[in-house]
Nanobody, 126 residues
Framework: EVQLQASGGGLVQAGGSLRLSCAAS????????IGWFRQAPGKEREELAS????????YYQSSVKGRFTISSDNTKNTVYLQMNSLNSEDTAIYYC???????????????????WGQGTQVTVSS
């Protein structure tokens, strides 16, 4: 069974940085992508970035491009999200998710992700 473990969240001051990790286990192939999402109180879940483990392609939502960097360590089955220049609007629960990208990348919606991690809280104080 595929499982995802998100970690690395915490409390950080505005302007600071955090690196989130998403460790995957139970994988049986390399034909997948991992995406990072977040959901703030009262707001809809939004996808921030994703990476194809199959070929290393990546995608960023425009609001985080230049501030967030997604990367992977395939030897550890772990994907990272480096977040810089954080502000109060980045406060949310952050989730990682895994989906099959053998047909296309990036995946077009959250519904195309089959497995989800438990979420890690990021709080940015101003």
């Amino acid at each position: 069974e595929v499982q995802l473990q998100a970690s690395g969240g915490g409390l950080v001051q505005a302007g600071g940085s955090l690196r989130l990790s998403c460790a995957a286990s139970g994988l049986t192939s390399k034909l997948y992508a991992i995406g990072w999402f977040r959901q703030a109180p009262g707001k809809e879940r939004e996808e921030l970035a994703s990476i194809s483990i199959r070929d290393g392609s990546f995608y960023y939502q425009s609001s985080v491009k230049g501030r967030f960097t997604i990367s992977s360590d395939n030897t550890k089955n772990t994907v990272y999200l480096q977040m810089n220049s954080l502000n109060s609007e980045d406060t949310a629960i952050y989730y990682c998710a895994l989906g099959d990208d053998s047909a296309w990348f990036p995946l077009r919606s959250a519904s195309e992700y089959d497995y989800w991690g438990q979420g890690t809280q990021v709080t940015v104080s101003s």
